[in-house]
């Protein structure tokens, strides 16, 4: 009898105390997780400035934004348009092989074949390419239409898993599957293709803009030529030109006009350079053949050319891409917080909002390799430029998505306002999309400290870009490798916390803009 | 103390309320009574914009943030009251003297047992409950409410309202349970298609003529 009014009491102490004692929620403890770990990275990451007069020079490229030079508006011109065409025709032919494969992304085959292509970045493939085609334009069409091909097919799945298959299973049998799915499926779902589709051609435009830094004839290339020359005016009238075609999009991209525009575009990146099948079958049979076994030193020579590459060059440079992501990552973070209001009604005024969409604009159209690009060469070679272009530009992204979302927040007419508003009504409304958007780009910010490497930063692509320039391709293609695999793991990490954290992204809208 | 004149209110393409004249002095214990749609929330809207710095408000959604606990959600009636940083601290610490307070006001709608339970685990009753709270955390003098105990069984309805009658003192409620009008409120307003239909004192008034006319 007594003891079992005592099981009854502890239980009833026990749910009392459930609700009594405040627990911190799981996010919250994972938030800080992260932020001790890039803590725990600053000591060992090299965040020092060795310029002689950062400021300065800084001072000289503020300097060249109020005389953007038209004088020399001729090349900008012309690399605008090769930017232009490069994006548009990778783009669009990656979107009609994603599309393909999208059809058979249930294949386990398709689906890693696919993991891995978009683990490698846009430069990567370019940087391989360039060994096989030479300047060909094929270079760049294949460096944008691989990996892209590869993310559209897994977006293009996503979709269409989501989608309503009822009417389609009623008249599959009747109609068979390629008529069914072109009355039944495609008409639901074709907008939302459309949507990501053009989303996509933006980051193309970027993308597309980069691969002038390894020697395509795009934005890039003139732009670093401009930067080094110091011709800051030249700089600005690059940046301005590709900002206004980024801004005028929706102008000038309609689905109509886009046949039109593929059938242009060959026309301007064509140029003289020959495919020579020599190059190609001697990249295959001899480059990329580890030179042990070119040597026939046997397995015993492979494995200690393997662990002498891995110790000297694939494990430092995996220290600092993790570190420096770790840092850059917590870093966006924070400034997506601070910045999303900027764009949010539950803070500003039209006016306000205004200038806070153009400051996000600008942010998150500069590709992350040009602001890297343009702090490295005023502050000097540390991971601090590359720390900073990274939480930029994704926090810009990010800023914008949870501005967008907060937006669709309705709160009571008489909740608080400012800081209380921010703290107490906002934020934890939003915060589990903001960590989901943010894991998302996870991987995506590891995937772009990887080749900011090429820059000089010590991360996996120092390593990889060495290797090219010492014409060591075969270790090159093991390092190139290496990351990807190191972004597959984190990306599996990242799916793994969101499902544990049940992060979901809203609508379909912000989802599409948030997944690249 | 709240008037309104000839009032009309319309959305996009229809006329919510069509000539209301009502004046609400300090004291009174109002009940707007009606089918949905039939422009409470609307009326209740145009009362707030009067003085909105006065009013404790229970909206029909409630107006909480799911994923605070309730601790959180009721001590947000008197951000107002504190210095920032106060707030910042106690969002991140629940510190002593809020919770007490909090936890106090929580024994009388009973749900202290759920003080950091997260609202999003509640159910409609229970976070009807808390708007409920939010509101009397607020420590005004004027309380709205638009249905404040929709989604209460009979024996925590007349808790609500009795609560509801000794912290405030005036109270403008839209309703549709009309017993719960006539037993708490001193005066009740009838609207029907964005008209004020009726306007008398609970004593003049007979149950099953409201019931006929405003009841759903």
Redesign the interface.
């Given at each position: 009898m007594y003891a079992k009014t005592c099981l009854i009491f502890t239980v009833n102490k026990l749910?009392?105390s459930k609700?009594?004692?405040?627990?911190r929620?799981p996010r919250w403890k994972v938030s800080w997780l992260f932020v001790f770990v890039a803590l725990a990275c600053l000591p060992f990451a090299d965040l020092s400035i060795s310029t002689y007069d950062p400021w300065a020079e800084l001072g000289r490229l503020f300097g060249g934004l109020l005389q953007p030079s038209l004088v020399a508006i001729e090349k900008p011109f012309e690399a605008l348009l090769q930017t232009l065409a490069f994006a548009i025709l990778g783009v669009s032919s990656g979107s009609l092989i994603g599309f393909g494969l999208a059809q058979l992304f249930h294949l386990r085959l398709v689906r890693i074949v696919c993991a891995s292509v978009r683990a490698i970045h846009e430069l990567f493939w370019a940087l391989i390419f360039l060994q096989i085609f030479g300047l060909h334009p094929l270079t760049g069409l294949l460096a944008l239409g691989l990996p892209y091909a590869a993310t559209f097919a897994k977006v293009y799945a996503e979709i269409l898993e989501e989608g309503d298959r009822r009417a389609y299973d009623t008249i599959r049998q009747s109609a068979g599957p390629t008529s069914a799915f072109f009355y039944a499926r495609l008409p639901d779902l074709w907008q939302h293709f459309v949507t990501y589709t053009g989303y996509r051609l933006e980051c193309g435009l970027r993308s597309s803009a980069v691969l002038g830094f390894v020697g395509l004839p795009t934005l890039g290339y003139y732009l670093s030529t401009a930067f080094l020359e110091g011709a800051y005016a030249e700089v600005w009238a690059l940046l301005i030109l590709f900002y206004l075609v980024i801004a005028s999009l929706r102008y000038w991209l309609r689905p109509k006009l886009l046949p039109l525009y593929i059938l242009i575009a060959p026309f301007i990146i064509a140029n003289d350079s020959e495919i020579s099948v020599d190059n190609i079958s001697r990249f295959f049979t001899q480059d990329i053949v580890p030179l042990p076994l070119r040597n026939s030193e046997g397995l015993s020579g492979l494995w200690q050319w393997f662990t002498e590459l891995f110790l000297t060059e694939a494990l430092p440079g995996i220290i600092n891409t993790l570190l420096l992501t770790q840092i850059a990552l917590v870093l966006t973070g924070l400034i997506a917080l601070i910045w999303f209001p900027l764009i949010s009604r539950l803070f500003f005024e039209r006016f306000g909002r205004l200038l806070g969409h153009l400051f996000l604009v600008i942010m998150r159209s500069t590709p992350e390799y040009i602001l890297a690009f343009i702090l490295l060469t005023l502050w000097g070679p540390s991971m601090l430029p590359a720390v900073i272009a990274l939480a930029l530009h994704n926090g810009a992204i990010i800023a914008h998505l949870m501005g967008r979302y907060s937006n669709t927040l309705s709160?009571?007419?008489?909740?608080?306002a400012?800081?209380?508003r921010y703290?107490?009504?906002v934020v934890?409304?939003i915060?589990?999309q903001f960590l989901a958007f943010l894991f998302y780009r996870w991987e995506i910010i590891q995937r772009e400290t990887a080749i900011l490497g090429i820059l000089g930063i010590t991360t996996l692509g120092f390593y990889i870009d060495s290797a090219i320039q010492d014409i060591r391709l075969d270790r090159a293609m093991v390092l190139i490798a290496i990351t990807a695999a190191l972004n597959v793991c984190i990306d599996s990490l990242s799916h793994y916390i969101r499902s544990k954290l049940r992060l979901s992204i809203g609508s379909q809208q912000i989802s599409a803009e948030s997944r690249r | 103390m709240l008037h309104l004149v000839s009032a009309n209110a319309s959305y996009e393409d229809s006329i919510a309320l069509t000539d209301i004249t009502l004046h609400i002095p300090v004291g009174q214990k109002l009940a707007l009574i009606g089918r949905s749609g039939a422009g409470k929330s609307t009326l209740l809207?145009l009362l707030?914009d009067q003085r909105?710095t006065d009013?404790?408000?229970v909206?029909q959604?409630y107006?909480l943030?799911?994923?605070?606990?309730?601790?959180?959600n009721v001590y947000?009636g008197q951000?107002?009251r504190h210095p920032?940083w106060y707030?910042?601290l106690n969002?991140i610490?629940?510190l002593k003297k809020p919770v007490g307070e909090v936890q106090s006001i929580l024994s009388v709608v009973q749900l202290s047992?759920?003080?950091?339970?997260?609202i999003g685990q509640l159910s409609g009753g229970q976070q009807q409950r808390a708007a409920i709270a939010r509101a009397i955390m607020q420590n005004g003098d004027i309380l709205f409410a638009d249905e404040p105990v929709s989604s209460l069984d009979e024996q925590q309805s007349n808790l609500v309202m009795k609560v509801l009658c000794q912290r405030f003192e005036t109270l403008v409620l839209a309703m549709h349970d009309i017993d719960l009008a006539l037993k708490y409120c001193d005066r009740i307003v009838g609207l029907d298609n964005g008209r004020i239909t009726i306007d008398e004192p609970t004593g003049s008034l007979v149950r099953k003529d409201l019931l006929d006319i405003y009841g759903e």
């Open positions: 749910t009392v609700g009594l004692r405040f627990r929620s709160l009571r007419v008489d909740a608080t400012g800081m209380n703290a107490y009504e934890p409304r915060y589990n | 809207k707030y909105p009013i404790a408000l909206p959604d107006g943030v799911t994923s605070l606990s309730l601790f959180h947000m951000l107002g920032l707030n910042l969002l610490k629940p047992d759920k003080l950091f339970e997260p």
